[in-house]
Each structure stands twice: as structure tokens, then as C-alpha cells.
């Protein structure tokens, strides 16, 4: 099934085919992402990014993937509320603004107005998060990361041991890539976490449904033994109601250089959807292993990109584009993004 | 007269001549506005979007039609009065800004700062809209609308009834609208409102001198009989004084289906200038409309694209080359862009 | 050396050479800059905009620079805490947002963020202003402008009388320009102020170590004698700590037509970084020079764009290309931009 024209909303959407595809398109992109060559494919094109509520990195992400593909953006963030406080439906927001754009990416706290957008309008939405519901385009670069991780290590997805660590319950991210990796064959998926955050059940039926192995423990040292790849998640204070206690999270569920040295494979691949809590006693992914090649979180973010670019092209059906459309960018860039960044991960 | 160079501050600048020119220019850039071509006459230029209050559906489409030439735009929302609450004045702050940018477009909530900053630089000022002042594109877009409608039925404008209902006397988008409608020959101009809402006197005074006739009511189903066109303009609370009160906005004034096909012609054309208060109670233009092909709202929006597309052309001198810039995009289109849309009004 | 690659953090990052090769290339600018030509070297590149602080006329004079050179913007203001209110190094922001763009310019209120930022990236940062630090650009436009205004009058730097009068202790945009002006030869300094806001001694005995003639006065009449240049800084209320008052900001350091006719040369150029206060009482400069030819505060914003373009080009290592890739811009441009432009100075 071809991505053209529809909205983004969920992760359900995808099958193995159509995430192939949108990695191959990815991987082509991966030059015009890091600023070796330009893409002007959707010249003439504009995006409205619609951002009900603030959130920097991913709607910066977002305009960087549509601006490296030759379009333009128009953004908005909370204002959009102007019209909305003087009683306008979503309705005839999403209406309205359809008529000024050719896709839109939409950020919303409430997990249903991503929804209502979308049935308003025929023009292409993106969900870029709506409250505790889904984060569709975080899950792809998380598993487009993995896979790359994978794929340099010459290393097969099946098989592999995949250690979710944290608040599970809450972590929107670890729910949206679980209904992707569910997609895959023969995974041992560990959820770790405090038997009070656990990952919902209904995610975990329908992954084991699918064959994979399911474990569940709140032992960091258990959990993480043999890990191929170690996914932390943020605390997620602000979405605690008022039964549950940070105090749940606790330096037990800390991921450092003793606990991965100590239990992981030595390839082991550590994830986390940032932004991570760094502030002394958060418990959050320690930066302990900030120099340490097998940290792919900013592999992960940079990964952003090509993998919203690939979403972009295939949504508004220019994919087919791309390859020919391709040409040298000749203004400088570093040879590595950051001081801390792997030898195997260069812009070069 | 060109309007090439010149400050779009108000709608008595236009005579029928320049509005001709304008919507024939408009109607050449509808492919460009819906996405299925591309225009770059203004690749280099940039835009400044000066918003001194937010209007986010104003700004987004301002910003669209510039971007859809071509242009750049470099958008600011309220912090604008960063340097203003440092004691600047609107003279040296137009006259910097100038120096970025090749036109501005400024809102401000102050009905004469759009005046002194326009008399502070030659760079062109487009008015988005200034307090109880006026919005002359919006009523610019109005004007167009109603134009395609009739165009579409083979209706002439001339010796139609057109009804204004609602609160006229803070309703800035009809006082500019009447302002143009009087340029036009023949009209019945009806205003429905509460007595203690009327049109105001100069402008009724004006229309009837232009020969136009004139009658004013407040009951809804005497004034919308036989119309050919209904404006419902949304209920003004926040212009509200103290000695008036939203309840003399009763439902007496609200347009529903009832009403419509109770006393209008058949074909009549149903506008509003949007936002539309959906909440309960309100009194707005009905919801039991949305499916009705009359119902011109959204083709009213859309038509913001094309309207503002031209004038942005027209001021900067680069109207006469849109025939010849035009190329075809090739990313995806929706036939429609709401579910709701007249099967007559389609992208295709 | 090279500026290609570089962090633009302070004004000691420049040597005369690279001083005279950036301001070569900012003429050579100067018409893509006036909207007379177009240049799209950067074409494909994306500049972040991080403004921790909301300012303005900075970050869209950036824009605008960025823009004329092809490139696309990502603009964020104050939003960009989204991530940081949870908890994250500035060093995980740095590098996150390092991967979605070619460069970045950022503002931040705390002195040492912007050091922070930069030693995690090896994208271009430029300082946009970091509190009471530095702002390299400001520096750069107004001895550009001075460079400007003295070439076009025949002059030499070299022997000028400049005065710098006003807060010379908070204006952190006297102690960049005098950090660039130290860099030329035989000036004398005048720094006039209130004995309880000097010119910070560190500053006054690196230029004169380095040949310039220093005189400290809190006299107007005294320092401004004979000026060839007189730079008004303005009165920094928000810097000022408890133990200071904006008392001792007296009318005796008000620059005003009386004052300049009375004791400055002739042809003396006057600057101020802007925004002035122009309330009343606020003996900030005068209104009463605005029709001056002399006053050259607009030449002195408008300088901003050619500056920061030639910046930005250099960074990006495409310097070199822009000479063969201009070409004519045919949209309106008006003759003068402000109806005081001085006569000598028209984007014709």
C-alpha cells in the first residue's frame, strides 16, 4: 500500500513493506540530511506545523526535514488557540488552515484532536504527538536507528534481546515502538520497570501474539543481561496523576556505564528519546557514558531527519523523485557533529 | 493606478478598475494557491510579518501566499515590543525593520499604529488588520468570493440583495466589505442587526450617495428575504463596551438552515469571515448548515490565498510576470480539500 | 585565517586582515542585501535560530541575512526551555539541535550558555548576544557602518577623535566595537559617562597598550569637542544592579542637536545601537537630529544585513562563490527606505 496522500497518525498504520520502503528512502536521503547534497523536490510546497503545545526539538526536526526537501514552512506554536478561544471547532480550524497547505504536522495535548483534525480535512496530517497517545514519526527513527545500528554491526534484528527500561506506562515512546518491533519476527522484548509503571498489557498480548518472547521484571541487572539494545525512557513527572509517586523511579532503573559494563553484550546498543532529566539524583540515563560509542542517542535524534524527509516524500507522492533529483551542496560541514560523536559516525 | 509600491492600508484606496486587474490576477494564481503549480517571481524576496498581536489564521495566510511566490518570510508574534518596551518609538522601529525586508505585513491592535509605521518607510505596508480600524484584505477576499460565486452561477452582481447580519457596528470585516460592495452598481444593501448594533450612519450614507439601496431591520427573516447573498459576522464580544452587552446578540440573529431556507432565494451564497463561534448557545452562524453547498465559508478562506498572492504581486511590481512563471508541481493534491467541499469545488 | 568553520563567540576572534576580507565581501553583498540582486548560494542549507531571549530586530536581521542567501530558517524563542524545564544540559541541546541544522545562531541572557553550546557542537555557533557578554555582529555593523560613512566622506580611521558617551559600563556594544576598534591604529578614545558607569579598565588599558590616545571625561561638552565620530549608547535600566541608579543617567549625557552643532566636527558621524528610548524625559538621543544627514543609526541597522551575510558565507566556506552568482532581482524597490534617508544614501 502506497503512503500517498494519507494521514500519519499511528503506527498501526505501517506493515514490514511499507517500512522497508520508507528506511531505503531514508537511507537515500541520509546525504541531503546531513548537508553533503540538496533536494529540491518540493519546491513550491508548504507546510503548516501546527503546535498546540510547545515542543522545540520536535517541531524543529519537522521544519528542517520539509526545508531540506526544497519546501517552505510556516509554523505556529500555541497561538494557533486564537481562534479556538473565541469558540471555533477543530473542525473549521482544520478546515481553514488546509486550505493554506499542502501537508500538516499537528502537536496536541489531547490525544483525540489529532484525530478530529485529520477527519476534517483530505490534506495530509502528521501526528507529531498527541498527549498519551502516539508518537508515530519518533517510533520510525527509533527503529530506522536500530536498524542502522544493526546493519553496521552486520548483526540480524531476529533473535535479538530488546531491554525496555523505566516508566513504561507512561512512555509514550516505548508503546509506539513496541507496535513496530511487534512487526518483526522472533524478538525477546524485557520490560523493566517498577511493578507500578508496568508496560500495558494489551501491547504486551498482541507482541506476544505475534510470537515474540516476553519478559517482564523490575531487576535492572536481570533485565538488562545480555541486552542487544537497552532503551531507557524519560521520567515522565508531568503525566503522573496524583496516585503514583516518582518515587516509584528510583536509582534501581538507572542506566549507567557499572550496570551496562556489568550485565549488557559488549555490542550492546543504548537508546533514549531524549530530552533526558541530567540534573543531580534525576536517576535518568546517566551521562557516564557519554563518550562511549555504543550511546546512539544523538544518532537516534540525528536520525530524525531523513526518517521525517522519507515521510514527507512519500506522503505528498514524490518519493520516485528523489534519486534523480539529487546535487552537491558545496558549503562546509564539520566532519562530525559533536566532540563525542563515534569514529564510524561522520558526516563525511 | 498601480498599485506597485503603494501601502495597502485601507480598502477606499481601490477603485473598480484596480479591483478587476486584482481578481484577474488572482484568478490566474487559484492553480499556484491550491499547490498544482508553482510560482518563484519573488525567489529572493523576503517578507516581514509584523504581528503586534496574534491573528494566526491572518498570519499563516499572509505567510502562505508570499512563500507560494517564491518569497522567503521571517514571522514575529507580540515579542516585536521587545525594543517598544524599551522606550522606541514605532517610527524607528518601522524605519529598522524596513531595512530587512521588501514589504511588511503589520497587525497591530492599535487602529493608528499601522499609520505611523507605514509613514516611517517606502518599503510597502500591507494592513492585516489594525483594531477598530479596518482589514482590507480580508474584505478583499470577501469581495472575491462573492465575485466567484456569482461568476460560477452566471448571476451578476448588479441589482442583487446582499444581507449584513449581526453585530455591524463593531463588524470591521463588513464596514470594509460595504466600502468595496459601494464601488459596484445597483445593490440592495440590507442591515440586520439589534438597534443598539446598527451600521454606522457615514457608511450607509456613503453606499446610498453611490446609489445604492439602503434598508436596515432587526428582524432576521424580513431582512434575509430573497437575498442573494447572507454575511454573518461573528459576535464582537472583546470589542464590547461597558455599556453594551452580548445580550442584545440574541438568537433573533443567528443563520441556521431554518432561517436560510425559509426566506432566501434558493441558490443564495452564505459567507462569514470566520472564526465562527461553535460552542452551545452562541448565536453564530449554524453548524446544520456545513453540508450545504451554499454554505461559501471555507471557498471564502481559500480564496485568502489567491487574493493575497495577487496583491503581494501587484505591490511589488511582479504581477506581469506570473503568466510566464508558471511550471507544474507534482506532489500530491486532494480532489477536495474537506470532506464538506461542493462537489463544483474541487483542487482537480 | 580562515573564518570557515568557526565559532563567531567574541571580537577577539578578528585580525584587521579578516576584518577588511569580511567588510570586502559585505559590499560585494550590499546589493543582495538592498534587494537589488539575488544571491542563492546557501540554497539547501538551514540556519537554527535559538533565542533563549526574545530579541527581536537581532534575530530577524539574522534571518534576513540568511534568507537573502538562499538558505531556510528554523526560528525559536524562548520555547526552546521546553526541553531544558526537563531537565537537560544545554550540552544534550546543543548536540541534539546540531543535527538538524548547517548552523546555528543563538542568544542567550546567561553569559557562558553560549560557550556551553558551542563546545558541544562542531556546527558554526554564532553569537547573537550573551547577556552581559558580548554581541560580535553588533560590533561588527557599527565599525562597518564607521568604515562605511568614512569612506564615503574621503576619511581616514586613522587619527579620527571617536566618543563613546553614555553607560559605558553596562553597554556591552561599546565594549565590543572598542575590543575592533583597538585592532586599527592612532584613535584616540573618548569615553564620556557618569564617573559611576566607566568604561571597565581592562578594555581602556588593552587599547591603549596597543598605541590609542584614551580620554575619560564626564563632561559632554569636554569629550564630544572636536568628535568625528559620536556613538550614544542606551541607558541599560535592566542591567543596572540595586547599588546603581538610572539617576546618575542625566540630560548632561544626552546627545541633541545643540550639543553636536556646539563642539563636534562638521562632519561628525553619529551612532547608537538602537533601540533608543524616545519617551519623554528619557535623555536618550535626541529626536531633534532625525532629519540630521549625519545621524547614521538607520545606515547603522540597515548595515546589519550585509554584515551578517558576508558572516554567514564566510562560516560556510562559500565566500568565494558569491561574486559569480548574483544575479538582478526584478520585484519594486523604492529609492530611499525612510522619507529621512539621508540623500547620498538610496538603494538606487
Redesign the interface.
Known amino acids: 500500500m502506497s503512503l500517498?496522500?494519507k494521514h500519519i497518525l499511528s503506527c498501526d498504520l505501517f506493515d514490514r513493506d511499507m517500512l522497508e520502503e520508507l528506511f531505503l528512502l531514508a537511507d537515500l536521503l541520509q546525504p541531503?540530511a546531513r548537508?553533503h547534497r540538496?533536494?529540491?523536490?518540493?519546491?513550491?510546497?508548504?507546510l503548516?506545523s501546527l503546535f498546540f503545545e510547545?515542543?522545540?526539538?520536535t517541531?524543529?526536526?519537522f521544519?528542517?526535514a520539509f526545508?531540506?526537501l526544497?519546501g517552505?514552512?510556516?509554523?505556529?506554536?500555541g497561538?494557533?488557540v486564537?481562534?479556538?478561544t473565541?469558540?471555533?471547532?477543530l473542525a473549521?480550524?482544520s478546515?481553514?488552515?488546509?486550505?493554506?497547505?499542502?501537508v500538516l504536522v499537528v502537536r496536541h495535548p489531547d490525544e483525540q484532536a489529532v484525530h478530529e483534525i485529520a477527519?476534517?480535512?483530505?490534506?495530509?496530517v502528521l501526528n507529531g504527538g498527541n498527549g498519551g497517545g502516539e508518537h508515530p514519526t519518533q517510533a520510525l527513527l527509533d527503529l530506522y536507528t536500530l536498524r542502522s545500528e544493526f546493519a553496521r554491526m552486520g548483526k540480524s534484528l531476529k533473535g535479538s534481546r530488546i531491554a525496555l527500561i523505566g516508566d513504561l506506562r507512561h512512555g509514550r515512546t516505548v508503546h509506539s515502538l513496541l507496535r513496530l518491533l511487534s512487526l518483526y519476527e522472533g524478538l525477546t522484548i524485557v520490560c523493566v520497570s517498577p511493578p507500578s509503571l508496568p508496560m500495558p498489557r494489551e501491547l504486551l498480548d498482541r507482541a506476544a501474539r505475534r510470537g515474540h518472547r516476553i519478559e517482564e521484571t523490575d531487576n535492572a541487572s536481570v533485565g538488562l543481561k545480555d541486552a542487544d539494545v537497552v532503551y531507557a525512557t524519560?521520567i515522565q513527572k508531568e503525566r503522573f496523576t496524583s496516585t503514583e509517586t516518582a518515587f516509584d523511579y528510583s536509582a534501581d532503573f538507572r542506566v549507567d556505564g557499572a550496570l551496562v559494563n556489568g550485565v549488557c553484550k559488549p555490542e550492546v546498543v543504548i537508546m533514549h528519546p531524549?530530552?533526558?532529566?541530567?540534573?543531580a539524583g534525576?536517576n535518568?540515563l546517566s551521562?557516564d557514558l557519554d563518550q562511549d560509542v555504543r550511546l546512539a542517542i544523538?544518532r537516534q535524534?540525528?536520525a530524525?531527519?531523513p526518517t521525517r524527509m522519507a515521510l514527507f516524500a512519500s506522503?505528498?507522492?514524490?518519493a520516485h523523485?528523489v534519486g534523480s533529483s539529487l546535487r552537491d551542496?558545496?558549503?562546509?560541514?564539520?566532519?562530525?557533529?559533536?566532540?563525542?560523536d563515534a569514529p564510524f559516525y561522520s558526516l563525511q
Do not use: M
Open positions: 500517498t496522500g541531503v548537508g540538496v533536494c529540491r523536490v518540493l519546491e513550491g510546497a508548504v503548516g510547545a515542543s522545540t526539538r517541531r524543529l526536526s521544519d528542517s526545508l531540506r526544497g517552505a514552512v510556516s509554523d505556529t506554536t497561538v494557533t486564537t481562534s479556538i473565541k469558540g471555533e471547532s473549521d480550524t478546515r481553514v488552515v488546509s486550505g493554506y497547505f499542502d477527519s476534517a480535512t483530505h490534506v495530509p524519560r531524549l530530552p533526558r532529566d541530567s540534573t534525576a535518568d551521562n544523538f535524534t540525528d530524525g531527519i506522503v505528498l507522492g514524490v523523485q551542496a558545496d558549503w562546509y560541514r564539520p566532519k562530525y557533529i559533536g566532540p563525542n
